[in-house]
């Protein structure tokens, strides 16, 4: 949480809320929290806890499925760290609909590799729209039950200007998935593949 740019009133998601910890945080700081929790018990206790904070939607589902904002919105989370790809493919595949911030807790392998975006595939086909950085490391013993590595949180904003229209997403993706193992360089970044792109279409 610490670290996220929240405002007073900002709309955000956090996606398997568990107990609670994020949302409560993020209600301290003035937002509209949507709390997604796939535990039946977990999520009936967030209704109870909230049932009078008009500010907190709880939602029993899967995050993977449960709808999502229309809106401008954020996402704040520390999702199972086993669904975190998939989540990310969910956020971010189709800018049009993506959040314009996410802070998510990965493990800390996961996140650097993707906040090195020229060096995997995944992240590059987002970079034209999103940025991608590693920031606050949070150590395992701040869990429970205390995993086997330590975390950081990864965080994703989206560009002022885009390098490539929206609508132009899938095809980056598919481009990008086609020649990476041939161009792919450290100092070949977001720029210069949407450049590349752009002379082939």
Known sequence: MRGAAVACGDLVVDVGAGHGPITDALVLRGARVLAIELDRARATCLRERYATESAVRVVQGDALRAPLPRGPYSVVANPPFSITTRLLHRLLDDPTRAPHRVDLVLQRQAARFLAATATDPVALAWSPW????????????????????????????????????????????AFVAAHHTRWAAPDRGARWWARRFRTRF
């Open 130 to 173: 999103f940025d991608l950085a590693a920031g606050l490391r949070v150590p395992r013993r701040a869990f429970r039950p205390q995993p086997p590595c330590d975390a950081t949180v990864l965080t994703v904003v989206r560009r002022e200007e885009p390098l490539l229209p929206s609508v132009l997403a899938p095809r980056f993706a």
